[in-house]
């Protein structure tokens, strides 16, 4: 958990400075088009200011000083002034205009530029100051553990949390949301919460075996993991009575996951999963140790939040237990939303200050609500429960025939046994006669039926010998 934690820290941290750096270069070509824009107009500006001192000095050129010497009415006006008569063209003239409105043109559109850069650049840094930055370096105020794991599951920056279909729920949950719980409710929900866990284990560890192999890691790193981030929370805001279920929630744990890591098969092995399971678990070990000091105040608003989450938890793995009992594989599709509902345990507190606890809750119970009605509905897609209500009960049927089989087999059995006896020759009979009476009980145990009928054994049609005197 430790490596890839700290790799997805640093990719996110090289994504951040690529980002700023983007953003930096971005604002200095704006800002050097703007420039570049300003020295435009000043050029352009210097260039008429010239032009005109030109025609200034041409014209006093031109005039003699001399008001009574006269020029020659052929004579040509550049010999006299010694300046190119180009720049007094129309043509130039117009075309110096053009080039002034459109470096008015350029430089207005370079500030408007240098304004939406600006803007920008702006907003995506209010973005990553509040998205951002508390993902990369973490929070004290957070309720979760960092979301090491499925990735590919976050909240992307700067988009809703909720979806529309979420949200539009969100107003139904709030309605069922209780106020804030009282401190005398709060030690007896936090015992109910870890109860919830140890089920939610036992039920989680027996799913993986009916769940694909390259899955079966994943869930156990996920159970292990929410674990981890309750007994956390319990360690902090707890009591005594409290503290003594976290310790036994904290045995099963270890107990059960280390059992469940070393069932794993050698393919399940490949992967990164079951090394990161165990190190969850060597964590969990860690928080053996309590706080010194209790925090009992917001124990109730705590151990609300974290009941909810568990049984969300734990109604999701026992409504796999339906495949289960009839030992068949999971499907991928119910898997998949079996993962986003368990996975939701532990990114729900997602933001870094808490929310308020009603606020908390609407966001879960919407949340919640909407993922487990798509678990219903891709439940009944895959595998109807009339389906699995037939199978059970032909597998009842079954095992009802079986029975019946056998108390027909031993009944043919006993029938066989009194044939037999009724066809015994008369020499034989005689000596049956004279065997004690624990024998003859022997032989009517024998010929007892599995229903509970005795039959005797059948008596001798032909009368008894008498018995011989002597002569």
């Known amino acids: ?75 040509p006006l550049n010999l006299v002034v010694r300046q190119p008569l180009e720049d007094f063209e129309p043509t130039a003239l117009r075309r110096r205009k053009r080039q002034g409105i459109s470096s008015r043109f350029f430089a207005f559109t370079a500030g408007l530029v240098a304004v939406v850069c600006s803007a920008v650049t702006f907003v995506v840094l209010q973005c990553a100051r509040k998205v951002l930055f508390p993902r990369l370096f ?13 990735e590919e599951q976050r909240v992307e920056v700067c988009i809703q949390e ?4 979420i949200e539009g729920g969100a107003e139904g949950a709030g309605a069922r949301v209780e106020g804030r719980p009282s401190e005398e409710a709060g030690e007896a929900r936090a015992l109910e919460a870890l109860e919830g866990l140890r089920c939610t284990v036992t039920l989680g560890v027996k799913a993986v075996p009916y769940l694909p192999t390259d899955n079966k890691a994943y869930l156990l790193v996920l159970l292990f993991t929410v674990c981890a981030q309750e007994l956390v929370v319990y360690g ?6 409290v503290e003594l279920e976290r310790q036994k929630t904290i045995d099963l744990v270890l107990q059960v996951g280390w059992k469940a890591l070393a069932q794993l098969d ?29 925090n009992p105040q917001s124990l109730a608003v705590e151990a609300s939040i974290s009941l909810y989450r568990i049984m969300q938890c734990k109604d999701t793995l026992e409504h796999l237990q339906r495949w289960v009992e009839i030992s068949t594989p999971i499907p991928a599709e119910v898997y998949k939303h079996a993962i986003k509902i368990i996975g939701n345990g532990y990114k729900a507190n997602y933001f870094v200050y808490p929310l308020a606890y009603t606020k908390e809750m609407t966001r879960l119970q919407s949340r919640y609500s909407y993922l487990l009605d798509e678990l219903a509905k891709c439940t009944e897609a895959a595998l109807p429960s009339q389906r699995l209500d037939e199978h059970l009960k032909e597998q009842h049927q079954q095992q009802q025939q079986q029975q019946q089989q056998q108390q027909q087999q031993q009944q043919q059995q006993g ?24 024998a003859l009980q022997h032989r009517e145990q024998h010929a007892t039926l599995r229903g509970g009928a005795v039959v005797l054994p059948p008596q001798p049609s032909w009368p008894y010998p008498a018995p011989s005197h002597g002569t």
């Not at 009194?418 to 624990?438: G, R």
């Open 415 to 438: 029938v066989q046994h009194l044939q037999h006896e009724k066809h015994l020759p008369s020499d034989q009979l005689s000596e049956d006669i004279a065997v004690p009476s624990s």
């Open 162 to 165: 909720e979806d529309g279909s």
């Open 236 to 241: 902090v805001y707890s009591t005594p009575v």
């Open 1 to 75: 958990m430790g490596t890839a934690h700290r790799f997805t820290i640093l990719k996110e941290r090289l994504f951040l400075l690529s980002l700023i750096g983007c953003i930096a270069i971005f604002a200095v070509t704006a800002a050097t088009a703007a420039t570049a824009a300003t020295a435009a107009v000043v050029a352009r500006t210097q260039e008429r200011t010239n032009a005109s001192s030109i025609q200034r000095n041409a014209l006093s050129i031109g005039m003699p000083q001399d008001e009574k010497l006269l020029l020659h009415p052929y004579t």
């Open 266 to 294: 050698s393919r399940a092995r490949l992967s990164d999963c079951p090394r990161n399971a165990g190190k969850t678990l060597e964590l969990v070990e860690q928080f053996r140790t309590p706080r010194p000091k209790w």
């Open 138 to 150: 973490g929070s004290l105020g957070r309720r979760a553990l960092s979301n090491s794991f499925g």
